[in-house]
């Protein structure tokens, strides 16, 4: 059958709007941060480390702290991608956390959808309670406090759906695998609640109240425990920020507790609950253009020592570094303070902070020597820029 040849433009028309269009390519958002720091200190350790700053390599060294590049990606009809990557020192501390090796951690990969008033996330994603942040470039101090290094969680992987109210008011809901876990190592989840109020709807001026709650196990493959009966953790932390003309204020107190096994902990002849409290306070006052002072004071109560014994020096001084990976000791009752103070000079996206301070500890600690000390005084100079 020939086809009339003034009927093939409309057929063809026809054909055309009936195939399916193809879908648009995601929009690509490319974002990074990097710092790095040179940091001494007047206590020396057996195993180089830096006293109360585990988080450090090691004493009179220029390290890479991190390097952190991420991408978002808008998918369409309010779905999106997020992803990013830490290097670096900052990146071994994390990957060492999980149960993992190497100095490169994904510390985001997860879908987003975003709606009106509701977003909901599902993946790996950097926790939300604390005063500080991983990516360092976006920190106050030069120097890690006791609350992010001894206390707070990197991450987690799991749900959480973000609902604002109005405004001023928004609340959150969470369901995931353990603190600073990438994999399921028993039955059990952790959930969490949250409610945040932002003073006159301003990101700025914010004061949040988190509570987690749920099983968290050490160990992983044949090591780990199973089962949902594992350790409870639970905590709850309030933290907020205002920011009053050249000055800003964060503050953050967090509490928890959680329960181990008896031969879990020195000395305890029967299952026993650890706790721990926390008190950190940030001050950042702009005294000429570019550049500030700032200041951080915290106190940390940690009962057993769970927490604080995460400094390979404290661990020694708490008897816990033979044979047997005792978690903590019966009677410890550490008490930490720390004081930091320091001047940041910024440059367009990059800055230099120089920072003087110092930590102690209602114990005694041995040093290289053989000497006990109870405070350690550090100098720390940071360097980085975000992009």
């Known amino acids: 059958m020939r086809i009339a040849p003034f009927l093939l433009p409309t057929l063809a028309a026809t054909l055309l709007a009936q195939a399916p269009s193809p879908s648009p390519a995601p929009a690509l958002k490319w974002r990074g941060s990097l710092w790095a ?4 200190q007047n206590r020396d350790t057996a195993d180089g ?48 956390t999980t149960g993992d090796t190497g100095t490169i951690t994904p510390v985001e990969a ?19 309670i604390g005063m500080e942040f991983l990516d360092g470039a976006q920190d106050v101090a030069a120097s890690r406090g006791l609350l992010f290094s001894f206390v707070d969680p990197f991450g987690q992987v799991g749900i959480n759906w973000h609902h604002a109210f109005s405004p001023a008011w928004s609340a959150d809901l969470w369901a995931f695998s353990g603190e600073d ?54 905590r709850v932390c309030l933290m907020g920020q205002w920011v ?15 329960s181990f096994a008896a031969g879990s902990i020195l000395g305890a002849t029967a299952p026993v609950t650890a706790t721990w409290r926390g008190y950190g306070f940030i001050c950042k006052r702009e005294i000429l253009p570019s550049v500030s002072l700032f200041a951080r004071v915290e106190w940390l ?18 008897g816990l570094a033979g044979p047997i990976a005792y978690a903590g000791r019966m009677g410890a009752d ?42 350690s005084v550090s100098g720390t100079l940071s360097l980085g820029a975000s992009f």
Do not use: C
């Not at 999106?80 to 290097?87: E, I, M, R, Y």
């Open 110 to 128: 997860m879908l987003v959808w975003t709606g009106e008033r509701d977003t909901f996330r599902v993946g790996r994603m950097i926790t939300f």
């Open 49 to 96: 480390s830096m006293v109360f700053r585990p988080m450090d390599a090691g004493q009179g060294q220029f390290t890479l702290d991190g390097l952190m590049l991420g991408v978002d990606a808008t998918l369409g009809s309010g779905w999106s991608a997020k992803a990013t990557l830490l290097a670096g020192q900052a990146g071994k501390v994390v990957q060492s």
């Open 37 to 40: 720091s040179a940091v001494t």
């Open 181 to 234: 876990r990438t994999r399921d190592n028993n039955h059990g989840k952790t959930v969490g609640l949250g409610l945040t109020y932002n003073h006159a709807g301003s990101p700025d001026n914010f004061l949040s109240l988190h509570a987690y709650s749920g099983s968290e196990q050490d160990g992983f493959g044949s090591a780990a425990n199973t089962g949902a009966e594992g350790r409870k953790r639970e």
């Open 334 to 375: 550490l008490q930490a303070q720390g004081i930091s103070l320091g001047v940041e000079k910024k440059h367009g996206p990059a800055f230099a902070r120089l920072e003087l301070r110092q930590d102690r500890l209602n114990r005694d600690l041995t040093d290289v020597q053989g000497g006990t000390f109870r405070e």
């Open 301 to 318: 109560s940690d009962d057993l020592g769970v927490r604080l014994s995460a400094d390979p020096t404290i661990r020694e001084g708490l």
């Open 244 to 258: 009053a003309g050249a000055t800003t204020f964060q503050w953050e107190a967090s509490l928890g507790r959680e």
